[in-house]
């Protein structure tokens, strides 16, 4: 199994990693480590979980409209509202806890989506379970 990472549509370190989700009883943290430490500052219009691998041959051009679910999508996260800004928009509907903010600041013009604002302390954090084993080969 491959794990790609991406930010803005550039592989990070141009490497995979290889292996299998070591806890698959764990929550899945967005902004920092799974016990709050290094914390990330920045924000995160969507953030997208898929069973296979979409992008492997490097660099692709970042989408210009919110993202949206197909057949692989585990987990969606796009921020449409500030109502629900964490709000899972796959089939699993995963529950979610936080303390991101909303922001209204988008990538995408023409739409009222926002973006979830992290300071370094803050994260978001989806229930456990077996789409967590991500086993894409």
């Known amino acids: 199994t491959d794990l790609f990472i991406f930010q803005n549509g550039i592989q990070f370190s141009g490497d995979a990693r ?12 967005i902004g920092s480590g799974g016990n709050g430490s290094n914390g990330w500052v920045g924000k995160i219009a969507d953030f997208h979980v898929t069973r296979q691998a979409k992008y492997t041959t490097g660099n692709f051009t970042v989408p210009s409209s919110p993202m949206t679910t197909d057949s692989s999508t585990a987990l ?3 921020v449409q509202n500030a109502i629900e800004p ?14 991101a903010s909303f922001d209204s600041d988008t990538p995408y013009s023409g739409t009222t989506n926002g973006s979830l604002l992290f300071n370094g302390s803050q994260n978001i954090s989806y229930a456990a379970g077996p789409v967590w084993a991500l086993d894409v080969s």
């Open 18 to 29: 290889n292996g299998s989700a070591a806890n698959t009883t764990s929550p899945f943290v």
């Open 86 to 99: 964490y709000r899972d928009y796959s089939v699993n509907n995963w529950g979610v806890t936080g303390t």
């Open 76 to 78: 969606l996260v796009s």
